[in-house]
């Protein structure tokens, strides 16, 4: 299995960026599709952006295309989302997940992220 810890959240006003970073250990971080995943106070999970093993695939949301970027360094065992334009419906915790098959079966303990209007 992977172990999971994000950081980089906090607080932005909005139109600001953060750049969120996921650490993985465990077992090999290349073989699994890596996500964010989001849920803001009184909603359900939603997805973000997932990446490709190798990383040469990305999806996202409707709501954050054009304005985040999902990255992995799989040498570094490490995931990235670049957060640009933030608006402050993007307020959420937000998660790092891995799956390998179509489930997301690992996820971190989440990053607070507030954007202020």
């Known amino acids: 299995q992977v172990q999971l810890v994000e950081s980089g959240g906090g607080l932005v006003q909005a139109g600001g960026s953060l750049r969120l970073s996921c650490a993985a250990s465990g077992r090999t971080f290349s073989s699994y599709t890596m996500g964010w995943l989001r849920q803001a106070p009184g909603k359900e999970r939603e997805f973000v952006a997932r990446?490709?093993?190798?990383?040469?695939?990305?999806n996202y949301a409707d709501s954050v295309k054009g304005r985040f970027t999902i990255s992995r360094d799989n040498a570094k065992n490490m995931m990235y989302l670049q957060m640009n334009s933030l608006k402050p419906e993007d307020t959420a915790v937000y998660y790092c997940?891995?799956?390998?098959?179509?489930?997301?079966?690992?996820w971190g303990q989440g990053t607070q992220v507030t954007v202020s209007s």
């Open positions: 990446i490709t093993t190798s990383g040469t695939i990305t």
């Open positions: 997940a891995a799956r390998e098959g179509y489930e997301w079966n690992y």
